[in-house]
């Protein structure tokens, strides 16, 4: 997971939340931009072969109403409904995967996804590396507005969920 995260770095550059018609299953926007939940998309599905636009939408067509109502849906989109980070949440706590939210860093383990909310409001993602500073906290790999990136911001917002998928 970590390396396919990684692989991300120089190729997604820019962060484009557009609403984009993808192909069913393994639809993706172009590789040279996406958002946050892109980059857990595509690590999920270069590193373990599974496409989460269509684990997603399966389980949100079998327990609908297990999901989030946050943008008004009264149907599931398999165009968008993996690529936002409430509704990833509770896929993977459907899954068995949620863990503790850990505010220390030896509670994070590389390849473990965090949720978070970045100026109180606006959910985020990412895959915690399995590099660290020197202080021996988690770098983490995402996208939070230029591109993926690997970088010190584990703890820079509430974390609002901890994930490990097992395999």
């Known amino acids: 997971m970590v390396a396919a995260a990684r692989?991300?770095?120089?190729?997604?550059?820019r962060y484009d939340p557009a609403y984009s018609i993808l192909s069913f299953p393994n639809g993706d926007v172009d590789r040279s931009k996406g958002v946050c939940t892109d980059v857990v998309i595509r690590a999920f599905r270069d590193a373990l072969?599974?496409?989460?636009?269509?684990?997603?939408?399966?389980?949100?067509?079998?327990?609908?109403?297990?999901?989030?109502?946050?943008?008004?849906l009264r149907r599931f989109d398999r165009n968008i409904d993996h690529r936002r980070v409430p509704n990833l949440a509770v896929f993977w706590s459907r899954q068995g995967a949620r863990l503790p939210v850990s505010r220390h860093a030896s509670g994070w383990r590389a390849g473990d996804i965090f949720t978070s909310l970045?100026?109180?409001?606006l959910p985020h993602t990412g895959i915690v590396s399995d590099r660290k500073t020197s202080a021996g906290r988690p770098l983490v790999?995402?996208?939070i507005g230029?591109?993926?990136?690997?970088?010190?911001?584990?703890?820079?917002?509430?974390?609002?969920?901890?994930?490990?998928?097992r395999v």
């Open 7 to 13: 692989a991300q770095i120089g190729v997604t550059l």
């Open 49 to 72: 072969g599974l496409d989460l636009q269509a684990l997603v939408n399966a389980d949100m067509r079998a327990h609908f109403s297990a999901y989030p109502k946050i943008w008004g």
């Open 118 to 121: 970045v100026s109180a409001r």
């Open 141 to 143: 790999i995402h996208n």
């Open 146 to 165: 230029a591109g993926t990136r690997e970088e010190d911001a584990l703890f820079d917002h509430p974390l609002t969920g901890h994930f490990r998928w």
